[in-house]
């Protein structure tokens, strides 16, 4: 009896131990042991050769396929990856590469590609806002490449002046209407960020929470740069009392709109469209004052495993397969002018974008605007 | 030959013993410098390279790709079980207990501290400690509400479920019902897909446009989004596992007990209370542990129906996936795992506090009780309005699968169910793992489950709780916890099949090992004694007398972690990669993006799935298809 209370003291004390131990050990992965000087070497020094790149009018420059194999990992992919599957077998016909696209949201991607920073499993970053781009620019985690759609885009907001990341679609905030709701309560579908105040939509407007979802951040901050920041938090604070519910997911409320469980749901024009080809009776409208709008970009991943595989992939993206593809399925705003756009799609010409409305410096006010919105309406619920 | 088998005679016993554990040791020091090498490796890299002139210098360093505090844990983990002679006497016992306790270490201590570790420091991969997450964390107005809500969310859904779960289970296995085994398949149905599914069919019937809210009775004021609604599907969710567990345990009681009470005249309804009641106790403050720490850590249903309640579960993840901020994420869990930590407590304080042996040989058990008419009105009434619901919620996942756009456009199509033809690949990778989650978690769970119950030993309670305290950690910390201490060198596990298959079985491992557990407490010793008596080893006796016993235990453990794991979500998220992509991963997604004709799909190809799993498990085992879920 004495040993058995005795040994399950020592127990408890190891484990104390050792989680301190753990706690304590200040670098557990690498540790430093020796450094010595091994081996000398000639240099050869090779003068940078600048290439100009031509952008011709029918856009996209069409790279000469070299045939690469192996596979090629995506993460957060944009949409559905059976309706990527096309591109994906064009893709493979002209460089011989096996494509995983793996559906996840931003923050996933994010997560993981951080977690797995000793031993990357993905390769490109494919997709989700340059907000998403630039912090992972900023601590160091992705690639810079310079290809065909860096040197294509103009200098401005659409691309990182040092190739960590490019843009490659527009995404437009919209108002999903349900028709059939707003006949219930008798309403009309709101033009404007001012109509939604009117209390005749009272608990009848979804739109996501900022803290939860890209989509609403990119709202909040087109506010702020619409009426300043004190104006739109004094406008949050009114339209809160229409608000049924902040949804966790970006495109939740344009999926509630559409399955006429609310009247308005606020979300990405694109993902709105994307409930209409299934169907479902859903309205598309821009608020008149301006509309906030991302940039979706694309980088490559620290240490990806297939790295020539991915840097195809990216110039992939900026040709006009691609471009063209996307648009029609997925309803996003291509980048690259002078694409075809598909019947019912819009162009940037379409909506009033927000002046001076700049994506990727609102990336670096997130925090604070996102803390702030909590305290004041996060709160409320 | 003569000499050896003479000389053999002369050894003792106890020299015996000796040259066994000698012969212990040797390989396990073995065994062990290999997982050293493997643990801590040296690696030599470029450090930097310098030009001076034309000349390049190469410096190269050598570096220790490696995790020590691992090592120097599972040393401890080998040599603890020696420090007592009575393990050491047992070769047996003790290669079971350091096994056992190394896994634990490895799989369940291990990736828990390190998501700890890294609630604790400034920044995310940082080095050092720092308090600045809980300083974040306490002055956030929010947190608090979010950890009321969870909290009174998940006392009223346990309670609730506890005691309709217990009801119903009393109805199925002690009562002349007619048509109880339809019954029971209905009200177990839940169990068969994931909680999230049961939101979406929620949102489907009775949503703020649902078939039966809207389009039949035209209710404009009606909202399910809303605390109300996450404890109406949470009941719905989670009911089935109490129904699963007390169902076992009263079909086990021992008639003759309750007779005996009764010929010594007890009323029916005095031996229910004296007799019966008590005998169920264990199970019943089990099943409420499960709901409550299944409520406060589901995510799915809360973001499906909540409409913006604020949970700590939901929280933490958002925390986690949507803000970037493991840190932040992982010190929420931790408040998360605090209530369920005080709940497990207290569960096992009581379980521990009695004796429950009711299986004597000869027992008779599962008999029919009488009732008076009211009682079986009630009890039949709740059985059958919960045995209905699942009928229409599970009724319009398939019938919405089958139609254009559920809520707009009835025809028939098969646009849905052919969409699901690209599933495929990820179908077979949540088999794969489901399958060798069951059978990894099946075992560990019955080992330990006999260690815990039928061996004595220093340190039992720690093994106890550390391998059920996975029960009380999301799935969300698990998943992160598995990629944080796994992903880097000398690992390199993420991504792979082995490290979903390892993170479920450990995950899943509490209800299996409670469930053995509770079915090894009902059997009594003597049983066991007698076999030693009479001349038969230790491993006989486990093989011909314990493990028949167990074997049903056995199956529904295996099952349990099956069905969890191909329903599995939260853990799923982080833990699948590429060529690992998980079912419930893409059913996810589609259910928050798609129409709810394509959730529907998605959601009535996983409950297929498992149906005919457990049909395959039952023509193997030869157990019919309901008694593979009973545990008894």
Redo the contacts between chains.
């Keep these: 009896m004495k040993a058995s209370k005795w040994l399950r003291l020592m127990v408890v004390f190891v484990i104390v131990a050792a989680m301190l131990a753990a706690c304590a050990t200040p670098t557990p992965e690498v540790r430093i042991v020796t450094q010595e000087v091994v081996v000398t070497q000639e240099v050869v020094v090779t003068q940078e050769v600048v290439k100009e790149v031509v952008v011709t009018e029918e856009v996209p420059v069409e790279v000469t396929p070299q045939p690469i194999g192996g596979e090629l990992i995506l993460y957060a992919c944009l949409f559905d990856p059976d309706k990527l599957e096309v591109l994906f077998q064009t893709f493979k016909a002209q460089y011989g590469v096996d494509v995983t696209c793996l559906d996840m949201s931003s923050g996933e991607a994010l997560e993981r590609i951080r977690a797995e920073k000793d031993n990357p499993q993905g390769d490109v970053l494919f997709g989700t806002t340059n907000l998403s781009h630039v912090n992972l620019a900023a601590d160091g985690l992705t690639e810079p490449y310079k290809g065909v759609g860096w040197n294509m885009l103009p200098d401005g907001p659409a691309k990182d002046p040092d190739g960590y990341w490019t843009g490659f679609y527009y995404g437009v905030i919209g108002f999903a209407c349900s028709p059939e709701r707003l006949a219930a309560i008798n309403a009309e579908c709101p033009t404007s960020w001012e109509d939604l105040l009117d209390p005749i939509y009272k608990g009848e407007i979804v739109i996501a929470a900022p803290a939860a979802s890209g989509t609403s951040y990119t709202v909040l901050s087109g506010l702020v740069q619409l009426y300043g920041e004190d104006a739109a938090f004094e406008y949050y604070h009114k339209l809160n009392d229409n608000i049924a519910q902040y949804t966790e997911s970006g495109s939740a409320p344009a999926k509630l709109a559409a399955a006429g469980e609310y009247a308005v749901g606020i979300a990405f024009a694109h993902d709105i469209q994307v409930q209409q080809d299934k169907g479902l009776d859903v309205v598309i409208n821009f608020p008149s004052e301006g509309t906030p709008f991302e940039i979706g970009g694309i980088s490559i991943i620290k240490g990806a495993k297939h790295l020539e595989a991915a840097k195809a992939w990216v110039d992939f993206v900026f040709g006009p397969a691609f471009q063209r593809y996307h648009n029609d399925v997925a309803h996003r705003v291509p980048i690259v002018s002078g694409v075809k756009l598909a019947e019912g799609t819009f162009s940037l010409e379409d909506v009033h974008l927000i002046d001076g409305y700049d994506p990727t410096y609102y990336a670096a006010l997130r925090d604070p605007l996102i803390a702030r919105w909590d305290t004041e309406i996060g709160v409320t619920r | 030959m003569a000499r050896i088998l003479s000389y053999r005679q002369e050894l003792s016993d106890s020299q015996k013993r000796r040259f066994l554990f000698i012969a212990l040791l040797i390989a396990e020091l073995a065994i062990l410098i290999f997982i050293a090498t493997r643990l801590i490796q ?1 690696n030599t890299v470029v ?1 930097r390279v310098e ?1 001076i002139g ?16 691992l090592l ?2 599972i040393i ?1 983990g080998l040599i ?1 079980p020696l ?3 009575r393990i050491r006497h047992e070769p047996v016992l003790l290669v079971t207990v350091q096994v056992i306790i190394v896994s634990l270490i490895v799989f369940v ?1 291990w990736p828990l ?1 390190k998501v700890f ?1 890294e609630a ?1 420091k400034s920044e ?2 940082a ?3 720092s308090l600045i997450q809980f300083q974040k964390l306490l002055t ?3 947190v608090w ?1 979010a950890f009321t809500n969870t909290m009174i969310l998940g006392i009223t859904t346990s309670v609730l479920a506890t005691v309709i779960g217990t009801l119903i289970a009393y109805t199925l296995t002690l009562t002349n019902l007619p048509g109880k085994k339809l019954l029971r398949n209905l009200t177990i149905l839940p169990l068969l897909s994931p909680p999230f599914a049961v939101s979406f069919a929620f ?1 489907m019937l009775f ?3 649902g078939l039966i809210t ?1 389009d039949i009775f035209h209710i ?1 004021g009606w ?1 399910i ?1 809303g605390p109300q609604g996450i404890i109406l599907v949470q009941l719905i969710s989670d009911t089935p596992l109490v129904i699963l567990i007390l169902s076992s345990v009263f079909a086990s009681i021992s008639r003759n007990l309750e007779e005996a009470a009764e010929d010594l005249g007890g009323t029916p309804f005095y031996v229910l209370r004296t007799v019966t009641f008590p005998l169920v106790t264990p199970a019943i403050l089990t099943a409420g542990l499960l709901t409550f720490i299944s409520s406060i850590s589901d995510f799915g249903n809360p ?1 499906l129906v909540g ?4 949970m700590l579960a ?1 929280q933490a ?2 925390q ?5 901020d ?1 840190q932040m994420g992982a010190a929420l869990a931790m408040l998360l795992v605090i209530p369920a930590f005080i709940a497990f407590v207290i569960q096992n304080w009581i379980s521990n506090r009695k004796s429950y042996i009711t299986v004597t040989s000869g027992a008779v058990t599962g008999y029919i009780r009488q009732q008076p008419t009211w009682i079986k009105a009630i009890l039949y009434s709740i059985t059958t309005f919960m045995a209905f619901m699942t009928v229409l919620l599970y009724g319009s996942i398939f019938v919405g699968a089958a139609v ?2 559920w ?3 009835y025809t028939l199509t098969a646009r849905n169910v052919t ?1 699901l033809l ?1 599933a495929i690949p990820q179908i077979k990778n949540s088999l794969i793992v489901s399958v060798g989650s069951g059978i990894v978690g099946g075992i560990i769970g019955i080992v330990i489950a006999w260690l815990v119950s039928r061996k004595n ?3 039992k ?2 093994i106890d709780f550390s391998a059920t305290v996975m029960l009380a950690i999301p799935g969300t910390v698990v998943g ?1 916890g598995y ?2 201490a796994f ?3 000398p690992y ?1 596990w ?2 792979t099949f082995f490290i979903i298959i390892i993170a479920y079985a450990f995950r899943r491992l509490p209800v299996g090992l409670r469930t053995s557990v509770a079915a090894q407490k009902q059997i009594d010793p003597t049983l066991e004694e007698a076999s030693l008596d009479l001349g038969a080893s230790r491993l006989r006796t486990f093989t011909k007398i314990t493990f028949p016993l167990l074997n049903r235990a056995f199956f529904a453990g295996v099952i349990y972690i099956f069905i969890r794991s191909m329903t599995d979500l939260s853990a799923a ?2 833990l699948n ?3 690992t ?1 998980l079912y419930t ?2 059913m996810f ?1 589609v259910m ?5 004709s ?1 959730g529907a799909a998605f959601a009535g190809l996983l409950i297929i799935i498992i149906l005919v799993a457990l049909a395959i498990l039952s023509k193997l085992t030869g157990k019919s298809f309901i008694d593979l879920f009973r545990i008894s």
């Design positions: 040296v450090d030009v034309n000349q390049e210098f190469t410096y190269y360093k050598n570096v220790l790709i490696g995790d020590p505090p120097i844990l401890i603890l420090a007592s002679r201590f501290a570790i604790f995310y991969l080095q050092g400690f956030k107005p929010s509400k949102i949503g703020r446009r809207w404009t909202n989004y973001m409409g913006g309640f604020q939901t993840y958002i986690m996936i949507e803000m970037f493991l254009n756009a809520g707009f456009d969409g690209t030993f220093p340190g309670s720690v992160i990629i944080v992903n880097a060198a390199f993420t991504g998220v982080f990669a590429g060529s992509q991963v893409r997604r928050v993006t798609g129409t709810p394509e």
